[in-house]
């Protein structure tokens, strides 16, 4: 039985790490149609890592060509696959209509699915979206809320933003 799973492991690794390691390799060369091609590889085997290297270079145009639309579409395989990284820059571009179509709703919940698993920045922008924005009701005690999980997470500034809507909250202020 171990030595199946060892075989499995190795497996795998040789599957997914392979072409995932050629790819940060050419980045790290600064060949980046060759990262392409070794991340598009084992981005294809569902490597999620890859997934969301290939979004980032999509968006900056970096050895393909800029496209925001297909900066969404790694995003989102990224995010399905477990990077939590490809949620929260997801989630960003609902907010902000980019590659795909302005959806606050949607852009909350992949903010949340990022905090809540340890991303801070979502925490961050969670507390900002319902403290801030116009696009949804105001509600300081969720801000508040996001604000310490970001605190929480070492996010310095969501410790100062907690403070602040705290005594915001304290006051009756809404």
């Known amino acids: ?97 980019v590659g795909v179509e302005k959806n606050i709703s949607k852009s909350i919940d992949f903010y949340k699915t990022s905090c809540n698993k340890g991303f801070a920045a979502s925490c961050l922008n969670l507390g900002t979206l319902y403290g801030s924005n116009e696009e949804i009701k105001k509600d300081l005690k969720l801000s508040a809320k996001y604000y310490k999980m970001a605190c929480e997470l070492g996010q310095k500034l969501g410790c100062q933003n907690y403070q602040f809507v705290n005594s915001m909250i304290e006051k009756g202020i809404k």
């Open 1 to 97: 039985m171990k030595k199946i799973l060892l075989a499995t492991i190795v497996l795998v690794a040789v599957l997914f790490g392979g072409d995932y390691d050629k790819g940060m390799e050419a980045v790290n060369s600064g060949n980046y149609k060759q990262a392409v091609k070794f991340f598009q590889k084992a981005a294809d085997q569902g490597n999620a890592s890859a997934q969301y290297n290939l979004a980032i270079m999509c968006s900056k145009g970096l050895g393909m060509n800029k496209d925001n639309k297909k900066t969404a579409e790694y995003f989102i395989k990224s995010c399905n696959g477990g990077k939590i990284e490809g949620c929260a820059s997801l989630a960003y571009l609902y907010e902000e209509g």
